[in-house]
């Protein structure tokens, strides 16, 4: 028998290999079948329509699902519309209560969980047992805790109705758990589509939803790519939520346009891991090693670009290969197991093919000396160093279970090279300088920020993307609030309104020409709220010294009375002053979460925003749009109705006599069907808001697929700007932002 010592010194276990049993039981009484699960109830699919389900470590066949299409889609649909109806009828409270047992049935069946996922998607038994699994469980009790919450803290908002989930990223049960939770907790019904590899846990999950008491039909699933198709065209979907590659992200967005759907979209990433001259370095190889091989790299925040400061380099990689070597790979279900399997063959294609490629282009390429099983889709621990900006491989999404390292000198030469990527969802930052730590984390264009550690996971805290790595976030109010919608009625836009004659009034800029002013007036941003919140109290005074001016331009009331036209000067001016008054109070929180961390919500603008006015209330509407939007530090290009053009442009100059520097608002006239589609498709606008009617809506979102820019329409709603419920909010503030969070650990 080995020594103590020895065996520390080669990590070599014995075979502990979790009991697969319980979950071969499941699978036998299904007959290794599973038609789409609808209504409460599994339907039988055609033989010739099948997806083969295998284990990844080995190619055993684990079962057979059906490929479901418009057919199967069409009936899950119309279950969860009618189990809608009664659902979103009960009180928040009722709805808790059925998700607080659910929370409970999956707790007491969490080791027949974890072992379907690790079995399912070759992620390591340790990752689903104690990450996955515990998070979807808690994303399920949060959820039902904002339910119980939802009259009061969400009052004037309703369901938004049938949802649809897709995911084409099998990487375990928690993220897909955040998503239904929230979705059942505001109201909603919901049909999945789970990936095409992993199904499994998915299915169970909705047996656990029918035994926990909750209505048939509420959660629907229907497997197969076809079935997503047929999910996202399906007329009676209200909001689709997409996980997965960028390209297929974008078909999303171009299908959706103009329908009126709600869209959230998880996609690609790559996760910067600054490391500088002071960090704890052998705490940053642990947290590397954990983000880098976590599900074998297919985890949404992993990826990992290590950025390492020079001076520290080479005894960080001699650290991190040395841990590396340690990794034992193998069977999913081996205790001992740190790296699984890649999910299928294009996979191991795909990474052979990036490490070939970066050793082509100057890289560095060690890998581990794994013990590599003969059987299943293994590939070894890798490091590649030397990478430089520039090589192919710096960009691409990784995807599996590889680091590639770039040194920098400076931490501003850090947050370049951080910055300098088309994806945005998570960061890591090693320091013991707080400050340092700090300054970058509020500097990198991540949602999330962990510093001196990596992974960390609440169901309180939101996750999700920014720039190319998408929009909407799980969990967290704001990943509850994704499912909620303001309940204003709908009415018509009128559709004969009074246009101006611009013949004789020049352009204030060119579209490109406004924004590149917008992207140069990033010191907006810089200033504290305070300071932004100043200069709008001196504009709604401006406005109110000149109102009888303003109401008499022409169009300023719709072609109304001279005292209508003065009243909505008078109502802009109130307007103003109350996104005066947030400016410095629309503030984050201090998330609560796990014990000796310090969670930090933070509300950051959006960016260089296009805001597309209604032709209604051209006044009032124009600064309703706006004064939220540079309250919160954005920048933006305007186009206002075309009813009172001339009004627009006298606010602007307002605007400049009252400290609001040049670019922070640019005005653009003219039709708003030949400027949206320019503005839409701008990469450097971050975000559009289209309150211009529904015209010309569906090109807008079309080319606004380019950069997966943030977007927000009303649909044709028609709206009273005077009213305070719907022409003022926290919800135009909502909108304006978006949350970072950052983990800050302390003590021992």
Not at 16 to 41: C, N, Y
Not at 425 to 450: D, I, Y
Request: with cysteine.
């Amino acid at each position: 028998m080995a020594a103590v010592t020895e065996i520390l010194e080669t990590m070599d276990y014995g075979p502990a290999r979790e009991s697969d049993a319980a979950v071969r039981d499941w699978l036998a009484r299904h007959e290794g079948a599973f038609g789409p699960l609808i209504d409460g109830g599994f339907h039988a699919a055609a033989d010739s329509e099948r997806l083969t389900v295998r284990n990844p470590a080995t190619g055993e066949v684990l079962a057979q699902v059906a490929a479901g299409g418009a057919a199967e889609i069409a009936a899950a649909v119309g279950a969860a519309k009618t189990a809608f109806e009664a659902w979103s009828a009960l009180p928040g409270h009722r709805r808790a209560r059925h998700l607080y047992a659910l929370a409970r049935r999956l707790e007491k069946r969490a080791a027949f969980f974890a072992v379907l996922i690790s079995l399912e998607t070759g992620r390591p038994l340790r990752d689903s047992r104690d990450i996955d699994l515990p998070l979807a469980i808690q994303h399920f009790e949060h959820a039902a805790g904002w339910g119980e919450l939802v009259e009061s803290e969400f009052a004037g908002y309703c369901p938004l109705g049938v949802c649809g989930e897709i995911s084409a990223r099998a990487g375990g049960l928690s993220v897909l758990a955040g998503k239904i939770a929230s979705a059942l907790a505001a109201g909603n019904s919901l049909v999945v589509v789970p990936p095409e590899r992993a199904p499994l846990s998915a299915l169970a999950l909705a047996e656990v939803v029918a035994e926990a008491g909750l209505p048939s039909g509420v959660v629907n699933i229907v497997t197969g790519e076809a079935a997503g198709a047929a999910l996202v065209a399906h007329e009676n979907i209200a909001r689709i939520g997409f996980t997965g590659p960028v390209a297929r992200g974008r078909e999303i967005r171009k299908a959706l346009a103009g329908t009126g759907k709600e869209l959230a979209l998880d996609l690609g990433t790559t996760t910067p891991f600054l490391v500088f001259a002071d960090a704890d370095l052998d705490a940053a190889v642990e947290s590397l090693v954990d983000g880098s091989f976590l599900s074998e790299g297919h985890s949404c925040c992993a990826g990992m670009r290590l950025l390492v400061q020079e001076g520290v380099a080479e005894r960080l990689h001699t650290k991190l290969k040395r841990r590396m070597a340690k990794l034992q790979i193998g069977d999913p279900l081996e205790i001992s197991t740190d790296c699984g399997p890649l999910a299928d063959d294009a996979d191991l294609t795909r990474l052979t093919g990036l490490v070939a490629m970066a050793g082509a282009e100057g890289a560095e390429v060690w890998q581990a000396d794994a013990n590599i099983p003969g059987e299943g889709r293994f590939f070894p621990p890798t490091l590649l160093s030397d990478v430089a900006p520039a090589m192919g491989v710096a960009e691409a999404e990784i995807a599996g279970p590889i680091i590639r390292s770039t040194t920098f000198r400076t931490p501003d030469e850090a947050l370049k090279l951080a910055n300098h990527s088309r994806y945005g969802r998570a960061a890591a930052v090693f320091s013991e300088n707080a400050g340092l730590a700090l300054e970058m984390a509020t500097k990198l264009q991540t949602s999330v920020v962990w510093v001196n550690g990596t992974n960390f996971f609440d169901a309180a805290v939101g996750v999700g993307g920014v720039k190319e790595s998408g929009f909407g976030r799980d969990g967290g109010r704001e990943g509850f609030s994704g499912y909620l919608k303001p309940a204003w009625p709908r009415g018509s836009i009128p559709a004969d309104l009074p246009k101006t004659d611009l013949s004789a009034v020049s352009k204030t800029k060119d579209i490109n020409g406004a924004v590149d002013a917008a992207a140069k007036a990033a010191g907006w941003a810089a200033m504290s709220g305070h300071q932004r919140g100043q200069r709008l109290y001196r504009l709604a005074e401006t406005l109110e010294a000149r109102a009888s001016e303003l109401a008499a331009r022409p169009g300023a009331a719709n072609g109304g009375s001279a005292e209508a036209a003065a009243e909505e000067v008078a109502f802009s001016a109130a307007r103003i002053a109350y996104y005066a008054a947030w400016a410095d109070r629309f503030d984050g929180a201090v998330h609560s979460t796990r014990a000796r961390h310090l969670t930090i919500a933070i509300q950051e603008p959006l960016g260089v925003m296009g805001i597309l006015c209604p032709p209604q209330a051209p006044v009032l509407g124009l600064v309703s749009l706006v004064a939220p939007a540079i309250a919160m530090g954005n920048r933006v290009v305007v186009v206002p109705s075309e009813a009172a053009p001339l009004a627009a442009l006298d606010f602007s100059q307002a605007l400049a006599a009252c400290g609001v520097p040049a670019g922070v608002v640019n005005i653009v006239t003219g039709d708003p069907l030949d400027i949206s589609a320019t503005l839409g498709g701008h990469d450097d606008v971050a975000a559009c808001w289209h309150f211009a009617g529904p015209d010309g809506l569906a090109d807008f979102e079309r080319e606004a697929a380019g950069n997966l820019k943030v977007i927000w329409s009303v649909d044709g709603r028609r709206i009273d700007w005077r009213d305070a419920g719907e022409g003022q909010g926290r919800d135009y503030l909502v909108h304006a932002t978006q949350v970072k969070n950052i983990w800050m650990p302390y003590g021992a």
